[in-house]
C-alpha cells in the first residue's frame, strides 16, 4: 500500500529483518509490486563472506534458492553454509545485504560452477516488507 507518492520506485531493494526478499518491479502513486529474489529474472551482485569473491547470482523459479554462476572463480574456496550478502558497488543494491547461504559450492560441476545459495529470508506469508531507499553513506539505493 506504498508508491510514488511516498518516495518508492521501481528498481529499489526489499527486504525482511532475514535479508533480501527482491526489488520494487511496478510502482503507482499508492501501490508497489515486488519482483521476489526467486523470479527467473532476477538478478542480483552477490560477495561470497569468507573468501570475499564477488558474482552474479539469479532466480531460478523453484524454492528458496539462487544459483550463483557468474564471476566467482573456479578456484575459489567454498564452504557449506557460507554467508552471502550483497556486493554493492555497481550493482541495483547496496552493499552487506544479507541474501543466503551456500547450499551446495558446486565444486564438482566439468565446467561451470553453478553454486546454490539458500536465501535466508522466507519468502511465503510475508505480510510486512522494507524497502530499502537510502543505504547510509551512498545517498539514494539504485
Known amino acids: 500500500d ?3 507518492d511516498n518516495g518508492l520506485e521501481a528498481g529499489l531493494p526489499v527486504v525482511t529483518g532475514a535479508g533480501l526478499v527482491g526489488r520494487l518491479d511496478q510502482v503507482d502513486r499508492a501501490r508497489s509490486v515486488v519482483r521476489l529474489a526467486t523470479h527467473p529474472d532476477f538478478r542480483v551482485g552477490v560477495r561470497l563472506v569468507d573468501s570475499q569473491d564477488e558474482g552474479l ?5 523453484e524454492g528458496d534458492v539462487l544459483i550463483l554462476d557468474a564471476g566467482i572463480r573456479s578456484d575459489t574456496p567454498i564452504s557449506i553454509g557460507e554467508v552471502v550478502t550483497t ?12 541474501v543466503g547461504r551456500v547450499l551446495d559450492t558446486g565444486n564438482d560441476a566439468d565446467f561451470r560452477r ?10 511465503e506469508n510475508l505480510s510486512f516488507l522494507n524497502v530499502v531507499v537510502e543505504a ?4 539514494m539505493a539504485r
Do not use: C, H, Q, Y
Request: proline residues 9%.
Open 87 to 98: 556486493s554493492g558497488g555497481r550493482s541495483l543494491f547496496p552493499s552487506d545485504i544479507p
Open 136 to 139: 547510509p553513506g551512498l545517498g
Open 57 to 61: 547470482a539469479r532466480g531460478t523459479g
Open 114 to 123: 553453478s553454486i546454490v545459495v539458500e536465501l535466508t529470508a522466507r519468502l
Open 2 to 4: 506504498k508508491g510514488t
